[in-house]
């Protein structure tokens, strides 16, 4: 099994900035697509950012210019830095990593448990 940890989240005014961090770990052959989505309060989870194991990149638009995620292969972790946060940030921000088991070599799908993040006005 695979666990995804996150952290970072917390209590920001707007227009601060916070860094999300999430590492994977278990028994992984290889970690494709890491990204993290969003839960607001009576919304659906969105996706806010991507990132491949080749390092390409993909953002919502609403996220664009203030958010950056990255990656770090050898530790499998990836970091969503968010600045210029405005309150319609507000959610529950989870970590989802694709990664490929050695015993099967199947690709699977794990989620972290969520971080909350709160933009104040």
């Known amino acids: 099994q695979v666990q995804l940890v996150e952290s970072g989240g917390g209590l920001v005014q707007a227009g601060g900035s916070l860094r999300l961090s999430c590492a994977a770990s278990?028994?992984?052959?290889?970690?494709?697509?890491m990204g993290w989505y969003r839960q607001a309060p009576g919304k659906q989870r969105e996706l806010v950012a991507a990132?491949?194991?080749?390092?390409?990149?993909n953002y919502a638009d609403s996220v664009k210019g203030r958010f950056t995620i990255s990656r770090d292969n050898a530790k499998n972790t990836v970091y969503l830095q968010m600045n210029s946060l405005k309150p319609e940030d507000t959610a529950v921000y989870y970590c989802n990593a694709d990664w490929k088991s050695p015993l099967d070599w199947r690709t699977r799908s794990s989620w972290g448990q969520g971080t909350q993040v709160t933009v104040s006005s």
């Open positions: 278990g028994n992984i052959f290889s970690i494709n697509a």
């Open positions: 990132i491949t194991s080749g390092g390409t990149t």
